[in-house]
């Protein structure tokens, strides 16, 4: 991350015809920045090489930007979040599971809400409006004292962030063609892991003091940093926007077809949802399965996840070229659904041995768990992208963005009742689920490749 654009953007003073000014030549100059993510130049290989030629991009650019410092604050939120309710406010785990569980179920809606918005009001302006939400309600944490207040905010929070996400999508989808669409996402989601990494050490600060002004401070300077990072969307060119159309009754509608009507597209959100409760194996699974079923020491968990962590920041980028083919998708899906069976099997096989070995097994799968989690990303990016209808590009990823979200508001239920229920049977059985799903998302990827032709 450079400090550049993120000063230039509060600094300089930004008007409707500086938007809108961006011709076609800055454009060009972003479809090659973004599409070259993750290839090898003549300044060097790598994350920092990719990173760089991000920065010339001018949406890119304030994207990373905007990413950067609202997910420093996400970092933070998420770290402290349950233990200032448990803690501090003095809610029970179960009210605390509510929370999370209600939150979950706004998000799935507003995320649908925030795509078919962005069809018809300014992207960037949503964007902007969406992240003050999110920071006006981590900075308004600090004065919940009951239940309700505390339910209420979360989800004001993550609704509000779930839209915005959606929104963020069709900005990329109208922004960017093609290879160049999952490049800018690689790049944000390498940034966002490195904002929410450096966030989450951050927040140790007020774990170590453990007091309820440390907490309390704390989240205020994260709420802060959302704040601050809605603003940088006021750079964002015009053209990001959905095409403005005549004030008539015909017009109300956007053109295009409905995600809804498309059903290659709605099975693929289906399966890319399924999949995506991945994430809750590292999340909920694994630590719940280290320290009940296997003899290795609970800090393993934090090893993992750290590894994750540098596995997600360091080959996101390279390993999501080629992914605009749908037919590459599908086989680098294959490969993902592969790796989880072997994560699957390994995080089993960590509870029947000892302690060294369950260390050592619990991080090989979690190696493989990161690399299928890299390359379904990857994936699944490149299908949503190219098989949605241009002209709904908000509508296509607010939809794409609900299916994740019911994958992972249902992840935890699923993971408790096969893994941590049945043992082995249950992760090798989760383990084939997420190979079948592949081959249903490699299948679409497939069919896709034959129609283009």
Do not use: K
């Amino acid at each position: 991350m450079s400090s550049t654009p993120t000063s230039s953007a509060v600094t300089q003073p930004s008007t409707d015809a500086d938007l809108a000014g961006t011709g076609a030549g800055e454009a060009a100059v972003g479809q090659a920045a973004a599409a070259g993510a993750g290839q090898d130049t003549a300044d060097g290989p790598g994350l920092r090489a990719a990173l760089t030629r991000g920065l010339g991009d001018p949406v890119l650019r304030v994207l990373m930007a905007a990413t950067a410092v609202s997910t420093l604050g996400r970092g933070v939120f998420f770290t402290l979040t349950v233990l200032y309710f448990t803690s501090i406010v003095g809610l029970s785990a179960a009210q605390v599971a509510l929370i999370l569980a209600a939150s979950s179920g706004v998000g799935v809606v507003t995320s649908l809400l925030g795509g078919h918005l962005a069809d018809r009001v300014s992207a960037r302006a949503l964007c902007l409006v969406l992240t003050l939400t999110q920071g006006a309600a981590v900075v308004a944490y600090t004065a919940a004292t009951t239940f309700a207040v505390a339910l209420t905010l979360a989800c004001l929070a993550a609704g509000a962030s779930s839209a915005e996400h959606s929104a963020r999508s069709a900005i990329i989808a109208r922004a960017f063609d093609g290879g160049a669409r999952v490049g800018a996402r690689a790049v944000l989601r390498t940034v966002t892991n490195i904002g929410i990494a450096v966030g989450s050490a951050l927040a140790g600060a007020a774990l170590v003091l453990d007091t309820a002004p440390a907490y309390r401070v704390t989240m205020a300077l994260a709420g802060a940093t959302y704040l601050f990072g809605a603003f940088l969307f006021r750079r964002l060119p015009a053209r990001v926007d959905a095409p403005r159309r005549e004030a008539t009754a015909e017009a109300a509608v956007p053109a295009g077809r409905s995600p809804f009507r498309d059903p290659r597209y709605l099975l693929l959100t289906a399966l890319s949802g399924l999949f995506g409760m991945q994430f809750a194996l590292a999340e909920v699974g694994l630590p719940l399965w280290v320290s009940e079923h296997t003899s290795a020491p609970t800090v393993v968990v934090s090893a993992a996840l750290v590894l994750n962590t540098v596995i997600v920041i360091a080959f996101q980028i390279p390993l999501s070229r080629g992914t605009e083919d749908p037919a590459y998708a599908g086989r680098m899906m294959v490969l993902a659904g592969l790796l989880m069976l072997a994560a699957c099997l390994g995080y089993a096989a960590s509870g029947a041995v000892g302690a060294v070995l369950a260390v050592a097994v619990v991080l090989l799968a979690m190696a493989a768990h990161s690399f299928a989690e890299v390359l379904s990303s990857a994936a699944t990016w490149g299908l949503s992208f190219e098989l949605a209808d241009p002209a709904r590009a908000g509508a296509y990823q607010g939809l794409f963005a609900m299916g994740y979200n019911v994958g992972a508001m249902l992840a935890p239920v699923v993971v408790a009742a096969t893994a941590l229920r049945h043992g082995v049977p249950g992760w090798a059985g989760l383990g084939v689920m997420f190979l079948a799903v592949a081959l249903g998302v490699a299948w679409i990827g497939r069919r896709a490749a034959r129609v283009a032709r």
